[in-house]
């Protein structure tokens, strides 16, 4: 009953280095998408995808780049980080991109850039 | 523009302390309002859908109504487990993308 799998946890990075978050769901959704978290922000889409090879950009797109080579896998990665890409970064899934399909949210990955 | 405020940002409640957390909207063609929980540390668990004005539904002790400019969480007779932030969300327009509120962190002292 594992739903959506981030890793890792907890990250720290040195400004300029680059990395990639995991996300891997075993629901069979079609629909995955990165939104990361701040203060006062709120919730921000940085990538979603529609399905397996389909990608597009969110609200928050710039730094960042995402794949979906499967169904179940849909990895961020992280260019170049910067210290404003210091955030809390949550995977979601869901059966599809309809009103009536249930988001499905990771654990989180807590990212700090220094 | 489209926007999503949600009030109080936090709300501190007694165990048996009945209140309600606000969710206003300003959009264009409301096509679903959508509530979630989030625990601290944790990925936000979603709770309901509503689409349209007058539509309401429960669980345990929560209720969520939806009127044309906003929607309500009712806590009926909170107990601490039900300390968490309530995050509410909206798709409006042709935009299949979720706006998102920045919560109301509810605590719920025994």
């Known amino acids: 009953n594992a739903g959506v799998t981030q890793t890792p946890k907890f990250q720290v990075l040195k400004t300029g280095q680059s990395m990639t978050l995991q996300c891997a769901q075993d629901?069979?959704?079609?629909?995955m998408s990165w939104y990361r978290q701040d203060p006062g922000m709120g919730l921000r889409l940085i990538h979603y995808?529609?399905?397996?090879?389909?990608?597009d950009q969110g609200e928050v797109p710039n730094g960042y780049n995402v794949s979906r080579s499967t169904t179940e896998d849909f990895p961020l990665r992280l260019l170049s980080a910067a210290p404003s890409q210091t955030s809390v970064y949550f995977c979601?899934?869901?059966?599809?991109?309809?009103?009536?399909?249930?988001?499905?949210f990771g654990e989180g990955s807590w990212l700090t850039v220094v | 523009e489209d926007q999503v405020t949600q009030s109080p940002e936090a709300l501190r409640l007694q165990e048996g302390e009945s209140s309600s957390l606000n969710c206003s909207y300003t959009v264009s063609g409301l096509r679903g309002l959508f509530w979630y929980r989030q625990d601290p540390g944790k990925g936000p668990e979603f709770l309901f859908t509503l689409y349209s004005a007058g539509e309401e539904k429960e669980k345990e002790r929560l209720k969520a109504t939806l009127t044309k400019k906003e929607s309500f969480l009712h806590i009926t007779a909170p107990k601490p487990e039900d300390s968490a932030t309530y995050l509410c969300?909206?798709?409006?327009?042709?935009?299949?993308?979720?706006?998102w509120g920045l919560g109301t962190s509810l605590a719920v002292n025994p």
């Open positions: 995808s529609v399905g397996a090879g389909i990608t």
């Open positions: 979601a899934s869901s059966p599809g991109q309809g009103l009536g399909n249930t988001i499905y």
């Open positions: 969300a909206v798709n409006a327009g042709n935009n299949r993308k979720l706006i």
């Open positions: 629901m069979n959704h079609e629909y």
